[in-house]
């Protein structure tokens, strides 16, 4: 039979969160020979909301996306093929954590800051929750930055701090 290849496919799923989304997800994919690998998924407003990493081998690709593609009536998919030989070297991955007094712009501007020491954001989670003691909403974040080589943390976090005096930034190197 010969060696066989293997295709990647990112998804990205949204729709009304509904009990059996992810097993309809999962049963297409088992069932058309691909393996799901891994996944960030959360409920938001009402509505589902994933991306996913699948595995197939090439000559079951095709089948996989079609069948993945007539779950249309439940989930808007967007699929997209991973060139399997890009292996990128990430340099070094550093955990942010940040906290401050919830305002419009607060992602923009982080994002430019990171951008401008070419900082690349490898995943990111937000949320606003009110703070404690006082009547204001508290804005979190925590992110995977991957970083350059010889960018200096210290260095980074003080550029971040400055953003808003009341910013508390942490960054952990992993």
Sequence with gaps: MGLSMTTYLVLTAIGDDRPGLVESL??????NSGNWLESSMSQLA???A????VSV???DAELLIKRLNELSDRL???IERVDRHESIEIPSTVKLNLVGNDRPGII??????LTK?????AKLTTECVPAPMAGDTLFKAEAQLQVPQGLNLDRLQRELEQLADDLIVEIQLN
């Design 57 to 59: 081998s090439d000559e």
């Design 46 to 48: 009402g509505k589902f």
């Design 117 to 121: 020491m070419a900082v690349n954001v």
């Design 108 to 113: 923009r501007e982080i994002s430019h800051e």
């Design 26 to 31: 999962s049963q297409v994919i088992t069932e």
């Design 50 to 53: 994933g991306i996913l990493r």
């Design 76 to 78: 808007k998919l967007v």
